[in-house]
Structure formats: C-alpha cells, structure tokens
C-alpha cells in the first residue's frame, strides 16, 4: 500500500494567515493526488483533485501544487470558516489510502 | 443535482453483519462513476473500504476484502455495504461517496458525500 504522511498534525493560525500542509507519498503518485476538507458532524468535501485542479466552487483561496512524492495544500489567507481537518488522498494505485490528516485551528 | 442518503442501524452486535444503504438520488447508479464506503474511526483518519461500478468487478481494502460485500441494486437506484464478523474496532462512521473517474479502472476522486452513519459495534 501507498503511504501517505501529512504534517503537521495540527496546527493554529489566525485569520489571514497563510497556511501550508504537507502530504508525502511513500512512493512516486505523479499528479494522483485529492485534497479533502472535512468539518466536524460534515461528510468530507473535494477540495483539490489531480494536485493542483480546483474542484468547483471551492474559494481560490485554496491551492494545491507539487508532484512525485511531496505535495502542498495551501491557504492563502485563512478564514474562520476553514477550521476542519484536512486530507490528503492518492489515486495511483489501490487501495485508495489517505493521510492521516491535519487539523486547522484558530 | 446528485444526493445520497445513508440509511442502516446504528448499533450492531460483536460477531454479526453491519448492513448500509445509500440510496442515490439525481443521477443513476448505472453512470460511469463508481460508488465507494469510507470510514472514519473515532478520533482517527479516513479508511477507503471499497466500491463498486455497475459494470466491473467491485474493489475492497485488502485489510477488510475477506468481510465485505459492497453491492449495487440498479432496480433501486442504490449501492449497499455489508460488513461481516464485526468487532469493537468497526466502530466508526460510514460514509457512502460518489467516485468520479476518469481512468475507469476506479476512482479518480470521491466528490459527493453521503450524510454519514455512526455505527457503534457493541453488545
């Protein structure tokens, strides 16, 4: 299975911060690579699929880059709505395997 | 606009079967995507347990392959998950999801979300 690392585990900013995650694949996924947002007592939501594509509707300040084996979720400028878990997915290969994931607090 | 509700028992005994539905609204079962489970243990990440496509062969988590059944009832327009001999760490919550795909073989990106279940196994 393909491995996937995120850190930090949590972290707390402020409101118009720039915010930086990092997801590490444990072998090379080229561009397979989602980010999700998931919310407390919230289904997950697609944020950013094939590394860098915005899924549709989802603020531009949202942005996602990186290929191979290390990839970035960012957040331009932090709003108070974005407090949630954050997680990064590969599609590569099966089984589908997920990061452990990265709390946003504020 | 495509909708998918989770419906099931919420409580299921130690060594039995966990039985889900997720009934697929605004878009057909039979489409190109695939239809996945992914659950969430308390207090952990995310697990892709497995999916199925109307026209292959379903995909499981090879970690959970020997207990799970996930099929598709196109009469009905949904997609249900079995999960056999259960046991204390299958307590989680169940979500159902859309697999978008664009390389057929399986899901390119999970973009719409059932509501979720909370599924507590215990006697």
């Known amino acids: 299975d393909i491995q996937m690392t995120q850190s930090p585990s949590s972290l707390s900013a402020s409101v118009g911060d720039r915010v930086t995650i990092t997801c590490q694949a444990s072998?090379?996924?080229?561009?397979?690579l989602n980010w999700y947002q998931h919310k407390t007592g919230r289904a997950p939501k697609l944020l950013i699929f094939?590394?860098?594509n915005l899924e549709t509707g989802v603020p531009s300040r949202f942005s996602g880059g990186g290929s191979g084996t290390l990839f970035t979720l960012t957040i331009s400028s932090l709003q108070a709505e974005d407090i949630a878990t954050y997680y990064c997915?590969?599609?590569?290969?099966?089984?589908?395997?997920f990061g452990g994931g990265t709390k946003v607090e504020i | 606009q495509v909708q998918l509700q989770q419906s099931g028992p919420g409580l299921v005994k130690p060594s039995g079967t966990l039985s889900l539905t997720c009934g697929v609204s605004g878009e057909s079962v039979r489409s190109s995507n695939w239809w996945g489970w992914v659950r969430q243990p308390p207090g952990k990440g995310l697990q892709w347990i497995g999916e199925?496509?109307?026209?292959?062969?379903?995909n499981y988590n090879p970690s959970l392959k020997s207990r799970v059944t996930i099929s598709i009832d196109m009469s009905r327009n949904q997609v249900s998950l079995r999960l056999s001999s259960v046991t204390a760490a299958d307590t989680a919550v169940y979500y159902c999801?859309?697999?978008?795909?664009?390389?057929?073989?399986?899901?390119?990106?999970?973009?719409?979300w059932g509501q979720g279940a909370v599924v507590t196994v215990s006697s």
């Open positions: 072998q090379d996924i080229s561009k397979y």
């Open positions: 997915q590969q599609h590569d290969r099966l089984p589908l395997t």
């Open positions: 999801a859309r697999g978008w795909t664009y390389s057929g073989s399986y899901s390119d990106a999970f973009d719409i």
């Open positions: 094939d590394a860098s």
């Open positions: 199925v496509h109307h026209s292959d062969s379903p």
